[in-house]
């Protein structure tokens, strides 16, 4: 599985962005596709997911706030991004779960100025 994402940069506090990520290569149609994000100096964390049925999970600190939505035809995922804070400076990771297995794209920085 590849997993190929866009859609990161630079904004102000308060701005908002849209993180795009299209999987490829062996495919199940039973799958979770989500973001995880890695901040300097810390642990790489869940944002949110999607399952192929359409099921929805955040983590605490982007609710109401971050919206995850897919396209299945196109095998894509994104997450918009709203009110966006300088806590949420970090490289953002593309996930993709099926079968037992996980995979992660290549990542795509977002930098919140304040």
């Known amino acids: 599985v590849q997993l190929q994402a866009s859609g990161g940069g630079l904004v102000q506090a308060g701005g908002s962005l849209t993180l795009s990520c299209a999987a490829s290569?062996?495919?199940?149609?039973?799958?979770?596709m989500g973001w995880s994000r890695q901040a300097p100096g810390k642990q790489r964390d869940l944002v949110a997911v999607m399952t192929s049925g359409g099921a929805t999970n955040y983590t605490d600190s982007v609710k109401g706030r971050f919206t995850i939505s897919r396209n299945n035809a196109k095998n894509a995922v994104y997450l918009q991004m709203n009110s966006l804070k300088p806590e949420d400076t970090a490289v953002y990771y593309c996930?993709?779960?099926?079968?037992?297995?996980?995979?992660w794209g290549q990542g795509t920085q977002v930098t919140v100025s304040s």
């Open positions: 996930t993709y779960y099926s079968a037992g297995s996980i995979y």
């Open positions: 290569g062996r495919l199940f149609s039973m799958n979770v």
